[in-house]
């Protein structure tokens, strides 16, 4: 079931390896899109604001946990590559140790702090308790999260992507039930919504867990490998923990110009939010391909082939720009009919408002192709540190547009900042990545 990225064609061990993880992705994305749907049809315009007001500090923290989560599959990719299997095992028994740390202090924190993190963000009264039932639920499934996502990280560095995939389609089967018995059937509103999410992720990541225990023998630990050890928990860290504030870094610019939307009124509001569930949507195949792109860039560092590094970033990038060029014509001639699955067709305004951020955005989609592809591939080869500064760059354009643009011209603000972070990621990120190849191979 493991697979060596070592050997053969780039682009078709690439692509064969994106596929599930674009189905993966997507069925990922349909845990909020369920709540979203559900939500805006059987519980009206206010509860899906509620609930579209928590997106950014969800994409924050979940984004952190993620990323963290990710970051801890890289050494175990690359000691794979390199055969070390001993070692492969260690990091693979401390990235769990590391993960119930991690688990715990977040759930802790986040749950405490809820009421103050709405209040900092400026979240309109008439949703307020909404978001915060939503949220709160929310956080306090963050173990089963990091479960899922950890376990998924280290089957994705041995270079099986379907896995994951199946259990996953597993749960979101499961998610859609619970859905629609919590709300409609039990009418427990937007906290239905949100219990329903974490019961179907935590058994995503319980089902994962157990099938990896059980079918992996190049996993079998020996004694002396299962224990704690502070160097292979200070690699982990390294790796992981800049990543996890990556996803951060870039969530904290999404926070800013939610609270800048906020400060526009509801109407604005439930716009932003129709058009960020569809652009998420559409954005998952990138984070498909870049995860491909990583996983290879990873095991061929591990096997010392350099130059397989530079041809698998090309063949993602490849893939991932095609992809961009098609969804983008997508969202600029169809996007407000994408974004019917969120919003009643009688909220002609709000629909008008989601079709102008979606066609500027859409304009722009083959940005994310080198953006994600380079930013992850760099991440993958141990560089975590240095891609942050890819995710500052996002941050200073949306903090720019969000604190002294938008203020000033208001919503037309708001459709113009995301292409603007992308853009300048990605003057960052592409010669940075030349510049570290060029250092290993040295």
């Not at 119930?100 to 307020?128: E, G, H, K, S």
């Not at 996983?295 to 560092?301: E, H, K, M």
């Amino acid at each position: 079931m493991t697979k060596d990225m070592t050997k053969g064609s780039p682009m078709r061990l690439i692509w064969q390896f994106s596929i599930p993880l674009v189905f993966g992705n997507l069925f990922q994305q349909m845990y909020n899109m369920i709540d979203t749907i559900i939500v805006g049809r059987y519980l009206g315009l206010n509860a899906l604001t509620s609930v579209g007001a928590t997106a950014s500090i969800m994409f924050l923290i979940i984004g952190f946990c993620i990323g963290t989560c990710v970051g801890m599959g890289v050494p175990v990719a690359q000691k794979f590559g390199a055969a070390d299997y001993s070692n492969m095992r260690k990091y693979v028994c401390n990235a769990a140790y590391l993960s119930i740390f991690i688990a715990v202090v977040l759930t802790l924190a986040t749950c405490l702090m809820c009421d103050n993190i709405l209040t900092w963000m400026r979240t309109p009264q008439d949703i307020y308790q909404g978001a915060y039932t939503y949220l709160f639920i929310i956080f306090i499934g963050i173990p089963f999260t990091i479960l899922y996502n950890v376990v998924s990280a280290i089957i994705r560095a041995l270079g099986d992507s379907r896995t994951p995939f199946l259990f996953l389609v597993l749960s979101t089967i499961l998610n859609i039930v619970l859905d629609l018995l919590f709300i409609i059937v039990f009418q427990m509103g937007v906290a239905g919504a949100a219990l329903a999410t974490i019961l179907a992720q935590a058994a995503a990541g319980i089902l994962c867990l157990l099938f990896m225990m059980r079918n992996y023998d190049v996993l079998k630990m020996q004694r002396d490998e299962k224990r704690i050890s502070l160097s292979h928990i200070r690699n982990l860290t390294i790796m992981s923990v800049p990543m996890g504030l990556q996803f951060s870094i870039t969530a904290i610019g999404s926070i800013l110009l939610q609270s800048a939307v906020n400060m526009l009124g509801s109407v604005y509001v439930s716009s932003y939010t129709a058009a960020l569930k569809v652009k998420q949507l559409a954005m998952c195949p990138f984070d498909a391909f870049a995860t491909a792109g990583s996983t290879f860039g990873s095991q061929n560092l591990g096997a010392g082939q350099y130059r397989r590094i530079r041809q698998g970033l090309g063949c993602s990038i490849l893939i991932a720009a095609v992809y961009g060029i098609a969804i983008g014509l997508v969202l600029v001639f169809a996007g407000s009919k994408i974004a019917l699955l969120f919003v009643h067709g009688s909220e002609t305004e709000v629909l008008g408002y989601t079709q102008q951020i979606l066609t500027f955005g859409g304009c722009f989609f083959w940005l994310l192709a080198f953006l994600n592809c380079t930013r992850l591939t760099i991440q993958g080869l141990g560089y975590s540190s240095l891609a942050m500064l890819a995710g500052l760059s996002e941050l200073a354009a949306r903090g720019i547009m969000s604190l002294a643009v938008i203020p000033k011209n208001g919503f037309p603000g708001v459709v113009h900042a995301d292409p603007l972070a992308w853009l300048a990621a990605t003057l960052v990120v592409m010669p940075m990545f030349f510049g570290i190849m060029r250092r290993i191979t040295k």
